[in-house]
Nanobody, 121 residues
Framework: QVQLAESGGGSVQAGDSLRLSCAASGLPSSTYTTAWFRQAPGKEREFVASIRWTGTTFHTAYASSVEGRFTISRDTAKNTVYLQQNSLKPDDTAVYYC????????????WGQGTQVTVSS
């Protein structure tokens, strides 16, 4: 059974940092892509960042709105993916979701329950 569990959200001031964690179980870490999405009140869910193992290195991708401020990384031994969030802005306020996609599968069939990030000005 695949399970994703996010943690690390909270309420911070603009300019502060947070580190979100996504602990995965039931999926071999080397064979899937993990991504972070977010959904703000009244808005569509949007892609934030993703990471996958190519066989020789990690490939990462970011939404333009967070590139340069957020960093996604993976600890293979702990089967955990992190999202380091720096220079947070009020526009980053959202519920952040971790999602996983096994190799060869289109889309993200596995999702966590989400963690709230609130940034005040």
């Amino acid at each position: 059974q695949v399970q994703l569990a996010e943690s690390g959200g909270g309420s911070v001031q603009a300019g502060d940092s947070l580190r979100l964690s996504c602990a995965a179980s039931g999926l071999p870490s080397s064979t899937y892509t993990t991504a972070w999405f977010r959904q703000a009140p009244g808005k569509e869910r949007e892609f934030v960042a993703s990471i996958r193992w190519t066989g020789t290195t990690f490939h990462t991708a970011y939404a333009s709105s967070v590139e340069g401020r957020f960093t996604i990384s993976r600890d293979t031994a702990k089967n955990t993916v992190y999202l380091q969030q720096n220079s947070l802005k009020p526009d980053d306020t959202a519920v952040y979701y971790c999602a996983a996609s096994p190799r060869g599968i289109t889309g993200y069939p596995y999702w966590g329950q989400g963690t709230q990030v609130t940034v005040s000005s």
